[in-house]
C-alpha cells in the first residue's frame, strides 16, 4: 500500500522560510511523478507544485513561482518542498500526493496516493 | 489557468438516492477529468480517473462520464460511507485545478 508521511510544517512568521519533507513506501518512489497540493476552508484545494520521476520535469503554481522549490531524493524515497518568503496566504494543510504516472503534463494523469498532509500557518 | 465549476455546491439525500454531481470546465479537458472523495479530516481518495475509469478498490456504484467541458459522477444506490466532499479535478493543463467541491450530506 501507499504510504506518504508529511513532516516539517509548523508556525512561522512571514519572510522566514520553512522546509517540508514527504516520505515515500509501499511503491516504486521513482517510477512516479509527485506532487504538493495544499488545502484551505477558504480557497479549497490548490496544487502547488509537481515534479517528474527523475526531476527532468518541474511545475509551479503562479502564487508560489520564485519562493518554493520541490525537489526529490529518489535514493531515500523523499520529496521535498523549500518554502522561503513565506506570506500570510501561505498557510493551509499541506499534502504530498503520488502521481500515476512517470511525469504530469502531457498525459492523463491523477494523484492517487496521498499523505495526511502537514500544517503550515504563516502568521 | 482552467476554471472548474461544480454543481451543486452541496446537497442532502438519504442512503439509497441516487446521486449526480456535476463538474463543467472553462475550456476543454478531453478526458483528463479525475474524481476525488474526501471525508472530514482525511486525504482525498481518488474514485475515478480518465473521466470514467474507475480505481481499483472502489466499489461499482460509482461512475464517472463526459468529455470536453462536462463531466458526471453519479453514485448509483447512496451508501453511509458516502456521506463526504467530492471534488473534480482537471490534469489536462499544468496547473492542475480542482473544483470548489460537492458536499454530500445525509437528509
Known amino acids: 500500500d501507499v504510504q506518504l508521511v508529511e513532516s516539517g510544517g509548523g508556525l512561522v512568521q512571514p519572510g522566514r522560510s520553512l522546509r517540508l519533507s514527504c516520505a515515500a513506501s509501499?511503491?516504486?518512489?521513482?517510477?512516479?511523478?509527485m506532487h504538493w497540493v495544499r488545502q484551505t476552508p477558504g480557497r479549497g484545494l490548490e496544487w502547488v507544485s509537481g515534479?517528474?520521476?527523475?526531476?527532468?520535469?518541474?511545475g509551479y503554481a503562479e502564487s508560489v513561482k520564485g519562493r518554493f522549490t520541490i525537489s526529490r531524493d529518489n535514493a531515500k524515497n523523499s520529496l521535498y518542498l523549500q518554502m522561503n518568503s513565506l506570506r500570510v496566504e501561505d498557510t493551509a494543510l499541506y499534502y504530498c500526493?503520488?502521481?500515476?504516472?512517470?511525469?504530469?503534463?502531457?498525459?492523463?494523469?491523477?494523484?492517487?496516493?496521498w499523505g495526511q498532509g502537514t500544517t503550515v500557518t504563516v502568521s | 489557468d482552467i476554471q472548474m465549476t461544480q454543481s451543486p455546491s452541496s446537497l442532502s439525500a438519504s442512503v439509497g438516492d441516487r446521486v449526480t454531481i456535476t463538474c463543467r470546465a472553462s475550456?476543454?479537458?478531453?478526458?483528463?477529468l479525475n474524481w476525488y472523495q474526501q471525508k472530514p479530516g482525511k486525504a482525498p481518495l481518488l474514485l475515478i480517473y480518465?473521466?470514467?475509469t474507475l480505481q481499483s478498490g472502489v466499489p461499482s456504484r460509482f461512475s464517472g462520464s463526459g468529455s470536453g467541458t462536462d463531466f458526471t459522477l453519479t453514485i448509483s444506490s447512496l451508501q453511509p460511507e458516502d456521506f463526504a466532499t467530492y471534488y473534480c479535478?482537471?490534469?489536462?493543463?499544468?496547473?492542475?485545478?480542482f473544483g470548489q467541491g460537492t458536499n454530500v450530506e445525509i437528509k
Open positions: 500526493a503520488k502521481g500515476s504516472m512517470i511525469r504530469f503534463g502531457g498525459v492523463p494523469y491523477a494523484m492517487d496516493g
Open positions: 509501499g511503491f516504486t518512489f521513482d517510477d512516479y511523478a
Open positions: 515534479i517528474s520521476w527523475n526531476s527532468g520535469n518541474i
Open positions: 475550456q476543454s479537458t478531453s478526458n483528463f
Open positions: 480518465t473521466a470514467s
Open positions: 479535478q482537471q490534469t489536462y493543463t499544468t496547473p492542475p485545478t
